[in-house]
């Protein structure tokens, strides 16, 4: 051992230091990896664990997305259910006994009378109520003023002919609909009116033309000239406050406050004309 030089020691010592390095041999195979293995592996824990959180978080938003879509489709399907079995238009609307009894027309002349009315232009739902502080200077071309309605147009329009067909009392429409009695009678007044005021523009008295061609043979054959048939008719109407109203409405006849009207009618049946109202006092031939 000690015949070995120092020199040699020396230099092999000095040429292991010297020796290069094997990381350009790394480079070159990190090189041919792919951008995404490069970028894996460059990631740090904290980043992927940040991206596996915002992707779960991903997935729950999405399932409760799907969940509260699901829950408005179930809403939607209740209330159709709840509509099904509910007092009201959308109950009756597909059937002709029930519409003809509660409202004496078929859905599809319900449908009409209440297009007439609308006259295509939103009349019906710029109605102001009766009561209200605008209910006496009715603009229908107007937006309304005050609160909102509770129930559209068409439905308040279905419980003033049920009131006036069948009398159904203000209390049963009230639990039906849920709303207070009061609406329930500002909803008759002001629809009402509404009638009276868009149906007396129509002609009801019929042409000769139309009655010859719509009478009976029971007419043609002893009443050839018929026009119409006239008649009284009489209702019963609540005691006035007033007493000149009391003893203008007040019938002998009847011993009740009344109104009485002329009445014409065609020979098929159809109702051609209706004087104004008088008081139950007056005499038929003063009313003619």
């Known amino acids: 051992m000690n015949n070995i030089p120092t020199e040699n020691l ?12 094997r990381r ?9 990896l792919s951008p995404e293995v490069e970028k894996r592996s460059s990631s740090s824990p904290e980043k992927d664990s940040t991206a596996a959180r915002s992707q779960i978080m ?48 078929t859905p599809a002349q319900f449908k009409a009378l209440y297009k007439f009315l609308d006259a295509g232009q939103g009349i019906c739902r710029r109605l102001n109520c009766w009561g209200s502080d605008f209910s006496l ?26 009131r006036l067909r069948v009398n ?19 909803i008759f007044a002001t629809c009402k009116d509404f009638l009276s005021s868009r149906l007396v523009q129509l002609p009801i ?6 009655v010859q061609k ?11 000239l018929t026009r119409t048939i006239v008649d009284y008719t009489e209702t019963f109407i ?13 019938s002998t006849y009847k011993s009740h406050n009344t109104v009485k009207g002329l009445v014409g009618i065609s020979p098929h049946g159809a109702v051609t004309f209706v004087s104004e109202l008088y008081g139950g006092h007056c005499s038929d031939k003063m009313i003619v």
């Open 58 to 105: 991903e997935l729950r938003v999405q399932q409760l997305e799907e969940q509260l879509q699901n829950a408005k489709i179930s809403e939607n399907t209740l209330k159709l259910e709840i509509n099904k079995w509910k007092f009201g238009l959308k109950r009756f609307e597909t059937s002709d006994c029930d519409m003809n009894y509660y409202v004496g027309m």
């Open 205 to 210: 008295w019929a042409t000769k033309e139309i």
């Open 24 to 32: 350009p041999l790394i480079r070159h195979i990190s090189s041919n």
């Open 137 to 162: 200077m009715q603009m229908p071309y107007i937006e309304k003023k005050g609160q909102k309605r509770s129930i559209e147009p068409i439905e308040e329009l279905f419980i003033t002919l049920c």
């Open 168 to 186: 159904i009392p203000e209390k049963v429409l009230s639990d039906s609909y849920g709303i207070s009695m009061s609406e329930i009678s500002r």
């Open 214 to 224: 719509t009478m009976p043979e029971s007419f043609k054959s002893k009443y050839p």
């Open 10 to 21: 020396g230099e092999k010592s000095h040429k292991s230091k010297l020796a290069p390095p």
């Open 238 to 250: 609540e005691k006035p406050s007033c007493f000149r109203a009391q003893a203008e409405t007040y």
